[in-house]
Each structure stands twice: as C-alpha cells, then as structure tokens.
C-alpha cells in the first residue's frame, strides 16, 4: 500500500542551505615602539581620548532631536583628539592567571561623526568602526608597543574612491593621537 504524501505546508518549512561568499583582503598591521613607561603612554591616550564607556552614545541618539543635536552631543563627550573611549579590555588582568606578568590593554574607540564619513559610502565598512588599538608593555618592562591595524586596509576592499579617501583621512587621525602619545 502506498503511502500519501503529506501537503509541504504540514512538513515543516523548506530548509535552504545559504553558502557563504569568501573574499580575501589584505590588512596592514601598524606598530609604534617607544621607550615611555607603558603609564605614561595610557595616560596620555585617555588626556587625548573622551570617555564613551557610560553609554553616552546611546543616550545621545536616543535623546536627540536631529542630527544637529546628536553631533553637538558627540562634539562635547569627544576628546582634542575627536575620539571617544568605547570600551577598554585588561588582557594583562587576567594574563598573570597564567604567568604572563605584562601590561596590555585593548582599546576600542572612535567617533560617530567620523564614522559616518566612511559608513555613507559603504555600510560594511561598520565592521572595523570603530577601531581598536593594542597597548603593550614590552617584555623587557622597559617601553611600550602600540599596535593597530590600519583602518583604510580594512575597510576599502573594493574600488570606492570615496570611501578610501574617508578611511585615509581616518588612518591619519589615528596615527595623529599614536603620535602625540608616543
């Protein structure tokens, strides 16, 4: 005896398998050594960096009008350097579990202002703004690493002149702040 074939609505839904696209690209790993003590040289980021860690950001697009009061807003929580602070990880806090007695923190940081500059051009560019830092102390204890990634060899994987001229302007801001620190 045959069996009847139940309607595709009462088997369940349909499962497509959705393969993935895989592109390669090629990023740029920036780092700036110095012989500044590893305090001094967070000291001065945070003197040239504001501090967005309270959620001012979603306060500020939450609350505002209008773009002019978001960027007034954003203007006032930045800092001389136009970035704000997003987020700060102590890997050297919990690196000494381990043995590895190191100063290290991972900074995430930026500014929505500048981010715009890029994301209008290519909102996939959302995945590296905004950008992040590594700040080491060398092994020695003696100096400090910066190490980064290079904003525009992040986000410009394809022909947009537009968006490479805004992640280079980027690029240059960063390395500004790197330097005025180092």
């Known amino acids: 005896m045959r069996r009847k074939r139940r309607p595709s609505y009462e088997r369940g839904p349909i499962v497509s398998r959705i393969l993935p696209t895989v592109r390669s690209f090629q990023a740029r790993r920036v780092r700036y050594e110095t012989t500044r003590k590893f305090d001094e040289v967070l000291a001065g980021l945070r003197a040239a960096v504001g501090d967005a860690t309270h959620g001012e950001l979603a306060q500020a697009a939450g609350g505002s009008s209008g773009k002019e009061q978001f960027e007034e807003r954003m203007k006032k929580v930045a800092g001389v350097s136009d970035f704000m602070l997003f987020f700060e990880l102590d890997h050297g806090g919990w690196l000494k579990t381990y043995g590895i007695r190191r ?69 240059r801001k960063f390395a500004a702040l790197i330097e005025r620190v180092v």
């Open 103 to 171: 100063k290290a923190l991972r900074w995430v940081f930026g500014n929505p202002l500048i981010a715009y500059t890029m994301l209008r051009h290519d909102i996939t560019a959302g995945l590296f703004a905004p950008v992040e830092l590594l700040l080491v102390e060398n092994e020695s204890g003696y100096g400090t690493t910066i190490v980064y990634d290079l904003p525009s060899s992040l986000m410009v994987i394809d022909d947009n002149p537009p968006l490479l001229d805004a992640a280079r302007m980027l690029d």
